[in-house]
């Protein structure tokens, strides 16, 4: 069977929900025995997520591969449980930069260079190369933005041209719209969703499916309304209402004859079944809700808590592992730049500090480090959570004047964490980290062995600076451990305190790992601590 595309697209205004609803499908179609994948489209003109300030866009994602990806890829990884390489990531600036260097080259033979054929069909391209390498069933692409905005349109044209080129059994459309309703009139009203699918088909494309975003369940009138009104039947109308849990929406959307539909439209006669992984997928789904009677706190001190999607895998991997004891994860999000009374923080369970990077909140997270370490609270610090813990126990144990990282303080007197020396002559800021999985070693009796039960383990990586070691020494006789390490010893990448109740600091980013019912061993070991 060729790989058969279904487009995920956007209407009246961004955060409805179109990589959860991309990310559900898939996992439908997973559960039926289908191989399948996504791919995210940001019609952005940055290169890649990188450089992006996360409480402008949400996460960066990183791959195995070292992308620097949309957080919509971490959604596909979770739903899916499997590994999604960069070029599942496609954006303006990939598709414009590839088109310029070919005709640089004189590929085009003399010929205008033109959005149509030649942007279109680079799309089209990368997204049949995704399809044809993985030899996929089914391939289901979400066009980010919304329907209307100038920079989408290459992007929905080469989807229209792909419908037209694949025939209607080839490819479908999605499209993800909203209902509102107003608390003055109280019913369910209809017309964005008419505006929305206006613009679409006034650029060739015809929904085949709505799913549409409410806040209760949408209504029978509602769905015909809707139906007479953009041309799509009633039954191809689907209420995507408000759940306890995204885990819940593929049901949610079982329930209303997706796959009936999606295998009838394609032409494929008896495949809707799902397979027998759909008992075990929603008990994944039912254990991660339901346990509001017991919870765990967990103070998360970072420097971009204005946005919670900033730090979105990593609160699904606190529920993750949560969800595994039995428990609800409960996160207070401190900023890190405004924290003034670290007693406040005696109020939580644990104590977390993600990944960051710059001088600002630096010193709340130094000062949130040590207020755990002195009042014994389980505390888990990510990339920069595990440099500036170091930094912590310089000043505070070692009273090692001035310590710092060079990131922060260049001209410190300690520089316990300091430039990767590769990094010294780097001066484009994207794409230049030390990215993606690198092998770590953990060495043999240590608590990180004990977390990992193994002294081996493949991790994600995203940063430039790291720990010193000519300050080593010092830190294991002062009782700090660093338990675990890479490229034959030159990068230090977890640290340890035997001594507390549960002190960890790792390098790289577990919670990339993470997905429902498979938690990440450091972040299950931390929770575990935390509920004790």
Known sequence: MQTKFIFVTGGVMSGLGKGVTTSSIAKLLQLSNQKVSCIKIDPYLNYDAGTMN??????????????????????????????????????????????????????????????????TDEIKNRIKKVAEDEKLDFLIVECGGTVG????????????????????????FVHVTLAPSLD?????????????????????????????????????????????????????????????????????????????????????????????????????????????????KIAMVGKYVTLADSYVSVNHALKHAGAEIGKSVEIGLIDSESITDYNQLSDYDGILVPGGFGTRGSEGIIQTANYAREKNIPYLGICFGFQLAAVAFGRNVLKLEDSNSTEINPDTQNPIVDLLPEQKDVSNMGGSLRLGANDVQIKEGTNAQKIYNSNVISKRHRHRYEINKQYIPEFEKNGLVFSADSDDGKRMEMLEIPSHKF????????????????????????VKAASQ
């Not at 100038?150 to 229209?160: D, G, Q, V, Y």
């Not at 088909?201 to 709505?210: K, T």
């Not at 049901?251 to 539909?261: A, E, F, T």
């Not at 577990?510 to 450091?522: K, L, M, Q, V």
Request: aromatic share 8%.
């Open 54 to 119: 996360p409480v402008a866009h949400g996460e960066v994602f990183v791959t195995d591969d070292g992308g620097e990806c949309d957080m919509d890829i971490g959604n596909y990884e979770r739903f899916l449980n499997q590994d999604i390489s960069k070029d599942h990531n496609i954006t303006t600036a990939q598709v414009y930069s590839s088109v310029i260097e070919a005709e640089r080259k004189g590929e085009y033979l003399g010929a205008c260079v033109q959005i149509i054929p030649h942007i």
């Open 149 to 172: 905005d100038i920079e989408s349109l290459p992007f929905l044209e080469a989807l229209r041209q792909m419908r037209v080129e694949e025939g209607p059994q080839g490819v479908i």
């Open 184 to 296: 003055v009139v109280g019913e369910q009203k209809t017309k964005p969703t008419q505006h929305s699918i206006q613009e679409l088909r006034r650029i060739g494309i015809q929904a085949d499916f709505l799913a549409v975003r409410c806040t209760k369940q949408l209504e029978e009138k509602t769905k015909k309304k809707i139906a007479m009104f953009t041309n799509v039947t009633p039954n191809d109308v689907l209420s995507c209402h408000d759940a306890k849990s995204i885990f819940e929406v593929p049901q949610m959307l079982h329930d209303q004859g997706i796959m009936d539909s999606i295998f009838t439209k394609f032409g494929i006669v008896g495949m809707a079944n799902l397979s027998s992984n759909w008992d075990k997928w929603n008990k994944i789904a039912e254990n991660m809700v339901n346990h509001e009677e017991q919870k765990v």
């Open 503 to 526: 002190y960890l600091g790792v390098q790289f980013h577990p919670e990339f790992n993470s997905r429902p019912g498979y938690p990440e061993n450091a972040f299950m070991s931390f």
